[in-house]
């Protein structure tokens, strides 16, 4: 089973995996932690906001915390992966690296010049939505051109189960031929990119005993966040601000789910003017309520707190980043 992860690695899944998996926002449940010493005020700096309602201009919704580590492909509240060994960007940049000279050297021997630039270093831009916790969307400009519909174009990412490890691959089939794609990818299992994979994961621990210890954390974190009274005193004063505006929601999975929002599909988006409204007023009331800042720092501070107690069964997370960087680099040192 690949790691935990790589459930991050796309915002489209992390969408779908939300629908179908997250309790319900308005949990009445008492929190396992009544200790909890959160102070949301913390995290805000003073608000440039001024006061107008859908303007289209993006405005800062969540702080930039730096105690708070970005995710793989910025997602505003990481995993407890990210405090347990996550790739920073120069890492990541060995690993792409050895991934393209590998692929380079093998499409060679098989008489191809290889059409994929070397990979630069990657830094990813804050998603304007937030998946986790049914927060949804927190962008401004998002909210005008898309309202709660889900632009795929805004999502695509480079990395899926096939590639845990998130290595950029090359997009450029339309130069090439069928000779040259079934080499790339097809022949020898998987091609020279499968290849080139397996060079960078050759020893890789396994890490099917944590893999259950993350996703209890994730689910238990969240949960315990539903019930924070810091988390609950947001809600309602996001749902306050909506109703004083006119929309009726208890909750932001109220509202995008009103317009069956973020729906994973093909389709352009092509939202009506009340969902617009509908959702340039959410991104306001989250201003407002800073719902976002404080979901944020309350569930990393749970899952913190609980990848804490399960710490020796995650070092794994460390020992696996350490053999792949440990490939890459001996891949980089033979075919540099």
């Given at each position: 089973m690949t790691r935990t992860r790589a459930t991050s690695l796309t915002i489209a899944v992390c969408a779908m995996l939300s629908l179908c998996l997250l309790t319900a926002c308005e949990t009445d449940s008492t929190s396992s932690h009544p200790g909890n010493e959160?102070?949301?005020?913390?995290?805000?700096s003073a608000s440039n906001d001024d006061?107008?309602?859908g303007t289209p201009t993006v405005l800062p919704v969540v702080s930039d915390d730096k105690a708070i580590p970005a995710g793989q492909t910025g997602e505003l509240v990481p995993g407890v992966y990210a405090a347990l060994g996550e790739l920073?960007?120069?890492?990541?940049?060995?690993?792409?690296k050895a991934f393209h000279l590998q692929v380079k050297r093998c499409m060679k021997d098989q008489g191809f010049t290889l059409l994929d630039p070397p990979p630069e270093l990657e830094v990813s831009e804050r998603s304007p939505i937030l998946f986790d916790g049914y927060i949804g969307i927190l962008d401004v400009d998002y909210a005008q051109r898309f309202g709660y519909q889900a632009d795929m174009e805004t999502f695509a990412t480079g990395a899926d189960d096939d590639n845990p490890v998130g290595i950029r691959e090359g997009?450029?089939?339309?130069?090439?031929?069928?000779?040259?794609?079934?080499?790339l990818k097809v022949a020898n299992d998987g091609g020279c990119r499968g290849q080139a994979m397996r060079s960078i994961e050759q020893d890789r621990p396994s890490e099917d005993e944590s893999t259950p210890v993350l996703a209890?954390?994730?689910?238990e974190s969240l949960k315990a966040t539903y019930a924070d009274p810091d988390y609950k005193k947001a809600i309602s004063s996001w749902s306050s601000c909506m109703r004083e505006a006119g929309f009726n929601y208890t909750t932001p999975e109220n509202a995008f789910a009103a317009f069956d929002g973020f729906l994973v599909t093909h389709e352009r988006p092509a939202p009506t003017d009340e969902e617009i409204n509908t959702a340039l007023q959410d991104v306001e009331c989250k201003r407002s309520s800073r719902l976002a800042d404080v979901f944020r720092r309350v569930f990393w501070s749970h899952q913190m707190e609980m990848a804490e107690q399960d710490r020796p069964m995650l070092e794994v997370l460390d020992e696996v980043n350490d053999q792949l960087l440990r490939n890459a680099q001996k891949?980089?040192?033979?075919?540099g």
């Open positions: 959160v102070d949301p005020s913390s995290l805000y006061g107008t309602t920073n960007p120069e890492q990541k940049l060995i690993l792409n997009g450029n089939e339309s130069r090439s031929t069928p000779e040259y794609e079934f080499a209890r954390i994730y689910q891949i980089i040192r033979d075919l």
